[in-house]
């Protein structure tokens, strides 16, 4: 039996999406649940799996096309049998192998596939299929062995191209074409400082109670809380929802003429992957303890970098936290996350000289960063909102208290 195999059902807020990766070719068998496609969206990468055994009969989508909402993907036939019926969509490794470029065959479509995905030279490979064709097995262990050899190698990370290289004074280029996301963060960006009054103000923050109030319960609290660390993230998104309560408007977004006053906080957490700069969303974050945030910052981390989020994760948010201090950065001018009206960022710590009760005392400081939209916040809601957040920091009890 015939399965389609379509693209998901893309929300409102998703246009369209490309293909960015198959992981199947026409004529490999498949197991349920098995991943088949990957379709690149503006905001996420979306998997796409097989819903039942059986074989890939035909592909209706390339890599690079840009694909609708339930878009048909691919045939799948359905079932063991259909491994026997539809061997003759595959290329049989006897009577028609597959040659590759340098006159080296091969048994099938999907060993070619492997050899252009990871650019190989076939003749590099020893083929241990019938006439000494080169089957899939035998790339994959070829890829092991690689793997194992270049462990020592500096690793580029998926998704940045490699710089390009060549002779002595010679002056190489290399275009690369934007992702989709890419292209739609720049598109964002761009947008925000054009459509938005955006003005930023600064302050810094004495980090010392909240890193010695780390250091005394960081082991008890990884351990009662089943391995969950306790970081500084968790004390600026607690912080950030109780200086919001006080100061709705840097809670609020501006809709045509109207401004919407939500009652919640929902709190984006900007992540940096490979494929760029994403918002997950932490929802009710006033609600969540600092090990429910600690936790859930680093579940979102981890499936951004994998390409695991939903559009349900990247989806709404009433206000942005970003650290650029973990990068090393000392001081910056975050851009806003539109609709939204504000955005903190926090930066690296750094012992400097100050003044404490007339006495020059080296303390642990971090610069502070609040954008916000000065069509909706005036200079002295801002002010005091950052001010709120390095009172709330600076006495970590407050947080507790809500003082």
């Not at 998926?158 to 710089?163: D, F, M, R, T």
């Not at 990247?314 to 001081?331: A, E, K, Q």
Request: glycine share 8%; charged share 25%.
């Amino acid at each position: 039996m015939s399965i389609e195999i379509k693209a998901p059902a893309f929300p409102e807020s998703v246009a369209d999406g490309e293909i960015a990766t198959w992981h199947k070719a026409e004529g490999d068998a498949v197991a349920r649940d098995e991943l088949i496609v990957e379709i690149e969206t503006d905001k996420v990468v979306m998997e796409v799996l097989a819903p039942e055994d059986g074989v890939i009969s035909r592909i209706h989508a390339r890599e690079g096309d840009t694909i609708q909402s339930e878009q048909l993907l691919a045939t799948l036939e359905q079932g063991a049998a259909a491994v026997a019926g539809a061997a003759p969509t595959r290329a049989p490794a006897v009577a028609a192998p597959v040659t590759a470029d340098s006159g080296v065959e091969l048994a099938g479509p999907a060993a070619r596939q492997l050899l252009e995905e990871h650019k190989l030279d076939p003749a590099s490979i020893i083929g241990s299929g019938k006439g000494g064709r080169i089957l899939k097995e035998d790339i994959l262990a070829h890829l092991k062995t690689l793997e194992t050899t270049q462990a020592a190698a500096p690793v580029i990370p998926a998704g940045i191209p490699e710089a390009p290289t060549g002779p002595s004074g010679e002056r190489v280029e290399k275009r690369v074409p934007m992702t989709r996301m890419r292209a739609k963060i720049a598109e964002r960006l761009l947008n925000a400082t054009q459509q938005t009054a955006m003005l930023s103000t600064f302050n810094e923050v004495n980090m010392a109670p909240v890193m010695a109030l780390r250091s005394k319960y960081k082991d008890q609290f990884e351990k009662v809380h089943n391995g969950t660390r306790l970081g500084f993230m968790g004390f600026f998104v607690k912080a950030a929802c109780e200086a919001l309560k006080r100061y709705p408007a840097v809670n609020a977004s501006i809709d045509g003429n109207d401004v919407v006053y939500h009652g919640y906080q929902d709190i984006g957490v900007a992540v940096s992957t490979d494929n760029g700069l994403v918002v997950p969303v932490l929802r009710d974050a006033d609600f969540m303890s600092l090990a429910d945030i600690e936790a859930a910052i680093r579940d979102l981390g981890i499936r951004a970098k994998d390409n695991k989020l939903t559009i349900d994760d990247m989806t709404g948010g009433t206000f942005t936290v970003t650290n650029g201090g973990v990068f090393g950065s000392l001081l910056s001018t975050p851009i806003l996350n539109p609709p939204q009206t504000g955005i903190l960022g926090m930066h690296k710590i750094q012992d400097r000289p100050m003044a404490v009760n007339g006495q020059v005392v080296i303390q642990p400081m971090m610069y502070l960063a609040l954008s916000y939209d000065h069509r909706l916040i005036d200079g002295k809601t801002a002010v005091q909102f950052l001010v709120a957040i390095k009172d709330l920091i600076e006495d970590p009890a407050r947080i507790l208290l809500q003082l």
